[in-house]
């Protein structure tokens, strides 16, 4: 029987199973043989002193903090979800650094897009600093007292910044699908340090774009220097099985087609007929059927087809010589043959994607006083959906905020039936006590992320209430919260024998629910957090079955034989049961816990733990 060590993800072990694949006869007796490595990658190896690198104090230590496993859970917390039952949704309250290490197992390699508004470092922004040896136990403390800002004025002030970016970006690279994307908004006081550690993490050939959103329309008159009007997001694609959409085309963009002919083929546009890539088969002249005048491709180009082509088009009046037909030729292109999208570009207009006025009146609409001073326009968020995103993809925010991806998440769902899913985690980060938001009934902004997602999944409700299949909007959301580990073993102050031995006995927290642990559980085997649950009564136990029946946990005590021989009739009814998890010290006597490994085998069920 094995039992649960209450661990989340190894990644260094995970890194070492990867290199074992790859490289068998490097790994002796389970550790890494760095001469043997050296001789297979041959030339390769830098072994030079000299290189090309970025680094900071405090670089090698943040390695190794992403790296290290949770010590930590996530606590359910029905009472502020919605929908809690049905919703795909999830809202994590904590240290994101922590949440990703949480998440490594059960959303490893499925999340399909992610976007991050981080602090810009501009000095007023809060800069959450990690503890690099109890960092759970640390978040506990910061979130009781208030947490402190890095002030501008701090000694390596870049380096903190680094410091803080860099373990998460490692982490959250691992959540990303092969074909996913993220977009990392920011300006020009940390741009550069963010590409260059971009590109370290997710490496420089899966950059795709860096681009600059016009995000104020007015000008600050009162600048010293030049007033700042761009934001810029940088987008880092998984691997090269990312695939960009196209965008929706905007009704302005097809009010360029203005003309008709009325030959079924609908409105069109004069567009070059020329085109710069040389082919000497495509340069000849056409001449113009009514005047006889010759028109040669302009110099150094040539015309977009052969001239048997471009006779034929001029038959069927594809060919356009100018409204009195006296002109040049130019091709009509038709709106219908480029409806298919537009490619996005590297610069997005306010008109476009909205602006920062624009998202603060977005807040005002739900919140008569907006309670939050740097949200991002939910049209911005939607831009990056439609680019990166389909219709059931997972979306992660991990520094979420006022909940805008949350918003825009629903809004592009309710405008084309998608099912997209969002996780955002966010710090709950008090509140000033003379702030609007604080007197308004929000003391972090926590509450004022997930109140907006409330007032925001209901209008939408609302508004699009005529469109069909309205009602299978996922307006919910699950909200857990970072919390120590629900098991004694993890938690450091249990440190005197007496206390672990006790441990021991039960080793699950007094004040620990069975709920908490089934989903310490989940995180632990990785399972979406979710997935159907249903509670069950066994023999008169109560029971959790995990995924339609794939995985039983039973954490109650005088467990006997006949609930094992339920669980074993359950199995042979036909349901698909994987796995079965116990409390250790659940069963009523050391020979029940013999024979429930049997027993359990002989039905066919080899995964059988304990905690
Ligand atoms: C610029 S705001 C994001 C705004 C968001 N895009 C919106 O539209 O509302 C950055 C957020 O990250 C949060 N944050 C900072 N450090 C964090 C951490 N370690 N874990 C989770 N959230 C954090 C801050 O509390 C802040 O709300």
Sequence with gaps: MNKLDGKTMDLVQHNIDELKKLFPEV????????????????????????????????????????????????????????DWDTTKNLYIEGDNLEVLRLLQKAYHRKVKMIYIDPPYNTGNDFIYKDDYKDNVKSYKEKTEQSMKANPATAGRYH??????????????????????????????TELDNLKKICNEVFGEENFIACIAWHKNYASANDSKGFSSVLD?????????????????????????????????????????????????????????????????????????????????WIKEGRVFFGQTGNGAPQLKRYLNEVQQGVVPITYWSYDECGHNDEARKEIKQ????????????????????????????????????????????????????????????????PCNEDSEAYKAGFPNICEIG????????????????????????????KVFKLDTSNLKA??????????????????IKEDRTQEDMLYEIMLIYGIDLTIPLEEIQIKGKTAYSVGLGYMIVCLEDGLTLDVIEAIGAMKQSGQEIARVVFRDSGFADDNVKTNAVQLLKKFGIEDFRTI
């Design 27 to 82: 790994i002796t007796e389970g550790k890494i043989d760095f001469d043997r490595l050296r001789l297979l990658l041959g030339d390769e190896v830098d072994t030079g002193k000299e290189k090309y690198e970025f680094t900071w104090p405090g670089k090698s230590d943040c390695i190794r903090l992403s790296q290290q496993q949770s010590t930590g859970t996530l606590r359910p917390d029905k009472e502020s979800s919605k």
């Design 159 to 188: 380096s903190e910044w680094l410091n803080m970016m860099y373990p998460r970006l490692r982490l959250a690279k691992n959540l990303l699908s092969d074909d996913g994307a993220i977009f990392i908004s920011i300006d020009d």
């Design 232 to 312: 810029y997001i940088l987008v880092y694609r998984k691997s090269e099985n990312f695939v960009r959409n196209l965008l929706p085309r905007t009704d302005k963009q097809n009010s360029l087609y203005k003309y008709d002919s009325n030959d079924g083929y609908g409105p069109w546009r004069p567009d070059n007929l020329s085109v710069k890539t040389y082919s000497k088969e495509y340069d000849f002249t056409i001449i113009n059927p009514t005047t006889g005048v010759e028109y040669n491709p302009p110099k150094g180009r040539c015309w977009v087809t052969n001239k048997n082509t471009i006779d034929k």
């Design 366 to 429: 739900l919140f008569s006083e907006p309670p939050f001073d740097t949200p991002k326009p939910t049209r911005l968020i939607k831009q990056i959906l439609n680019i990166s995103t389909n219709k059931d993809s997972i979306v992660l925010d991990f520094f979420s905020g006022s909940s805008t991806t949350a918003h825009a998440v629903m809004k592009l769902n309710s405008q084309d039936d998608g099912n997209r899913k969002f996780v955002m985690v966010q710090l709950p980060e």
């Design 450 to 477: 997930k109140e907006r997602i409330r007032r925001a999944g209901e209008n939408l409700k609302e508004e699009y209430k005529d469109k069909e299949g309205i009602e299978n909007l996922d307006i919910g959301f």
């Design 490 to 507: 993890w938690d450091p102050d249990v440190e005197e024998l007496e206390g672990t031995l006790k441990g021991m006995v039960d080793p």
